[in-house]
């Protein structure tokens, strides 16, 4: 190897390094860094809601649920799913910002976030469930489930539950 591609070399790996740095530390989203684990969790003010019977003719219904952090140090919210590609989640944080529409992995955009619950603040997340998405074999129970992934040491998983009976 001669001197310049040797240097050209080192000044690609120079880059890299810089850019990888750049790349691990920049933060996202959320309004504030908080440490990576958090000794406080976030609680539902109700973890379950029953849509009780709706027709798919009718179209989507949703449902909101309160999400609150009752700790002394921020909760981030790192991730947020739901168990089927019928349904929809989006979070609506305490200024009124809409996060995205968040769904099954694999199946929607990506389940990534990084939203910030300071101590005392809640969110809302909306949950929309869409009965005419498994066609008209779809009728009978339905539930589903969505799911918030945080920093919390001691609850680092929420599930927010719904049901309904789908009828034609």
């Not at 684990?37 to 009780?52: G, I, P, R, V």
């Not at 179209?59 to 349904?87: A, D, L, W």
Request: net charge positive; proline share 5%.
């Amino acid at each position: 190897m001669n001197k310049k591609n040797k240097k050209l070399l080192i000044i690609f790996a120079a880059a890299a390094v810089v850019l990888a740095v750049a790349f691990l530390t920049q933060k996202g989203g959320g309004s504030e860094n908080p440490s990576k684990y958090s000794a406080s969790a976030l609680t539902a003010l109700e973890n379950f809601f029953d849509f009780k019977t709706i027709a798919m003719k009718d179209g989507k219904v949703s449902h909101r649920f309160e999400v609150k952090n009752e700790g002394q140090e921020p909760v981030r919210i790192e991730k947020i799913y739901t168990s089927c590609m019928c349904t929809e989640a989006s979070i609506i944080d305490g200024q009124g910002k809409n996060w995205g529409t968040f769904g099954m992995p694999g199946h929607a955009g990506p389940s990534k976030t990084n939203i910030t619950v300071k101590p005392g603040e809640s969110v809302v997340v909306e949950t929309i469930f869409d009965p005419a998405a498994h066609g008209p074999s779809g009728v009978g129970l339905a539930e589903r489930s969505v799911y918030l992934e945080s920093n919390s040491q001691k609850s680092p998983k929420l599930e927010l539950k719904f049901s309904a009976v789908v009828i034609n």
